[in-house]
């Protein structure tokens, strides 16, 4: 799995490509949490290179969450494809967390 | 069982076959003329499946995964089979967002996506011998 940082000042956007599974997951979590907690408030999730994901990505994401609750943090999801967006849907994800369409309008709502 | 198809396939419980298994199933499904949204719901539950036998069923041990899948008319039936330890409560396994490790960040939510991708879902489990999922989707044909 590939994952690309970016930084805009304290909201650190994470990209990945492939199919995040659970497989995948724990090292997905490891380098987030790495990057994260090198300083910054926010996480948007940028999820436009993401052609798969099953329960095993929603625990990635609430797993997230609680983190970076716990630093007064957003944490929000951006381009999501139909088969994502259902279940996050069904997760009950989005009562918590945001979608939006643009890493711009992610950035807005920081 | 009445069929048209069949397929089954054994491999280990190793977490890089989640993605290989859910492959193999959605390429069978694929001559019910199915939708992109089908495969993604077939390729979703399958994977939940078989990540509840490697997590659950075997306890992150190495064992033998079987899953079979039969064609009738316009029907998948789709069968997930471990010999692990079981599940104990199987109507609380299925409750939304119960999880038996809340500490490695499991949402809980398995046998939910299962339901909601598939038409039906039956889980037969016995503990210390075993756990067999059962899924069936009917797919429209495709227009």
Redo the contacts between chains.
Sequence with gaps: MDIKFTKKTNTLIVKFDGELDHHVADQLKEKIDKEYNTGFKNLIFDLKNVNFMDSSGIGVIIGRYKKVKEKNGKVVLVNANSQLNKIIEISGLMRIIKCYNSIEEALKSM | MEYSNMMELKFLSK??N??FA?TVIAAFAAQLDPTI?DI??I??AV??AV?NA??HGYGNKINLITIKAFINDHTITIEVIDEGKGIEDIEKAMEPLFTSKPD????G??F??MQ??MDELDVESEPGKGTRIIMKKQIQPYK
């Design positions: 977490s890089q989640e993605s859910r949204e993604a719901d390729k979703t994977s939940e990540t490697i997590i490695e960040e499991r949402a939510m398995g939910t996506v909601t991708f």
